[in-house]
T-cell receptor
Framework: SQKIEQNSEALNIQEGKTATLTCNYTNYSPAYLQWYRQDPGRGPVFLLLIRENEKEKRKERLKVTFDTTLKQSLFHITASQPADSATYLC??????????FGTGTRLTVIP | GAVVSQHPSWVICKSGTSVKIECRSL??????MFWYRQFPKQSLMLMATSNEGSKATYEQGVEKDKFLINHASLTLSTLTVTSAHPEDSSFYICSASPGTTNSNQPQHFGDGTRLSIL
């Protein structure tokens, strides 16, 4: 079965720096990959979707890359702010529009 | 747009009780809705795919007789945890997408239901 790993459970960075989160997967070739943000006690909120034929996607301070050879996606937040502190989840698309989620990385941006 | 509402937000009840959780798409129609469970510090685990007008599709290891799913309309799916026990205590989250099945649309999640069984 597919396995999805996010590089670290927790990541602390200084405000203003770029946060880089990693998502690796095995035993799967997804047509697309999504990133979500989850705050404590809340449901995930969609951030970005990237397709297998796209190398990079940007949205404001967010950037996602997708390397199907390495089976890896990187998620970057530039000029990070304390409000960016949350858990970030990567998700791979299943067959019937369902999603399989990674365990998440809890990001803390220190003022 | 694309708002999903989930109710109740939290439930505390005694062991043996059955609990119903509602998931509504407020501003779009959802042919398919998804139910997830999340334990503390773990990822979301897909439990089942709820299909309007037909039976739900359950993931391996999820008991369909224990987690009853009804998707009676294009805007409402319900999950009933029957005869709940303490090990069923978890955070249950639903999601839906305006797209049709197999479309690569983002999913919109409810805010989850915290279920605690005493």
């Amino acid at each position: 079965s597919q396995k999805i790993e996010q590089n670290s459970e927790a990541l602390n960075i200084q405000e203003g720096k770029t946060a880089t989160l990693t998502c690796n997967y095995t035993n799967y070739s997804p047509a697309y990959l999504q990133w979500y943000r989850q705050d404590p006690g809340r449901g995930p909120v969609f951030l970005l979707l990237i397709r297998e034929n796209e190398k990079e996607k940007r949205k404001e301070r967010l950037k996602v890359t997708f390397d199907t050879t390495l089976k890896q996606s990187l998620f970057h937040i530039t000029a990070s702010q304390p409000a960016d502190s949350a858990t970030y989840l990567c998700a791979l698309a299943g067959g019937a529009n369902n999603l399989f989620f990674g365990t998440g990385t809890r990001l803390t941006v220190i003022p | 747009g694309a708002v999903v509402s989930q109710h109740p937000s939290w439930v505390i009840c005694k062991s043996g009780t059955s609990v119903k959780i509602e998931c509504r798409s407020l501003d779009f129609q959802a042919t398919t809705m998804f139910w997830y469970r999340q334990f503390p510090k773990q990822s979301l685990m897909l439990m089942a795919t709820s299909n309007e007008g037909s039976k739900a599709t359950y993931e391996q290891g999820v008991e369909k007789d224990k987690f009853l799913i009804n998707h009676a309309s294009l805007t409402l799916s319900t999950l009933t945890v029957t005869s709940a026990h303490p090990e069923d205590s978890s955070f249950y989250i639903c999601s839906a997408s305006p797209g049709t099945t197999n479309s690569n649309q983002p999913q919109h999640f409810g805010d989850g239901t915290r279920l605690s069984i005493l």
